[in-house]
């Protein structure tokens, strides 16, 4: 049987994963409804002292690597190998992007919507390295002999 805290793991990839579906499978684009009121406010951000290269484009790439984070540190944690989880990642942005342009006209399949996608689950499977060592160097050593005080290791 599942730990409790294994069972809220498992329902929150599940939200997580649902969510993304719903994100890459809508029928028109899902930023559509809100490319208006995003437009304003990045004038308005620009008007106020963000450096005015940072548009549209680059937020919309950004977005892309922030929903991918998840999908590279769940599958490097399904599979323990961080590789897979950036590897699966790629796959899975192929697939999506493949999806999209075959069977969702008014969606936009690009390049760089794979290689935003695959940099975000790189820095996922990244993630997931780093928790895996800093967990694994808090755990004992079997090997190293044990001190009760400064004197016995020395």
Same mark, same amino acid.
């Given at each position: 049987?599942?730990?409790p805290h =294994?069972q809220i793991a $498992?329902?929150?990839?599940l939200?997580?994963l649902?969510?993304?579906? !719903?994100?890459v499978? &809508?029928?028109?684009?899902?930023?559509?409804?809100?490319? #208006?009121q995003?437009?304003?406010i990045?004038? &308005?951000?620009h008007q106020h002292g963000m450096?005015?290269?940072?548009?549209y484009?680059?937020?919309?790439?950004?977005? $892309?690597i922030?929903m991918f984070?998840p999908? #590279?540190?769940?599958a490097?944690?399904w599979?323990k190998n961080v590789g897979?989880?950036?590897i699966?990642g790629a796959?899975a942005s192929?697939?999506?992007?493949?999806?999209?342009?075959?069977?969702?006209?008014?969606?936009?399949?690009? #390049?760089?919507?794979v290689?935003a996608?695959t940099?975000g689950?790189?820095i #996922?499977a990244?993630l997931y390295y780093v928790? =895996?060592?800093?967990?694994r160097?808090? !755990?004992?050593?079997p090997?190293?002999?044990r001190?009760? $005080?400064l004197?016995?290791?020395?």
């Amino acid at each position: 049987m599942n730990k409790p805290h =294994h069972q809220i793991a $498992n329902a929150a990839t599940l939200v997580y994963l649902v969510g993304v579906v !719903l994100v890459v499978f &809508w029928p028109t684009p899902v930023d559509r409804p809100a490319s #208006g009121q995003l437009h304003m406010i990045l004038d &308005w951000l620009h008007q106020h002292g963000m450096p005015i290269y940072i548009g549209y484009n680059k937020v919309e790439f950004a977005s $892309n690597i922030a929903m991918f984070i998840p999908t #590279g540190y769940i599958a490097a944690t399904w599979f323990k190998n961080v590789g897979l989880g950036v590897i699966i990642g790629a796959l899975a942005s192929c697939l999506i992007e493949l999806s999209q342009c075959l069977f969702l006209p008014e969606r936009y399949a690009t #390049g760089l919507d794979v290689l935003a996608n695959t940099i975000g689950a790189g820095i #996922g499977a990244a993630l997931y390295y780093v928790v =895996h060592r800093l967990y694994r160097l808090r !755990l004992p050593d079997p090997q190293r002999p044990r001190c009760r $005080n400064l004197d016995d290791a020395l």
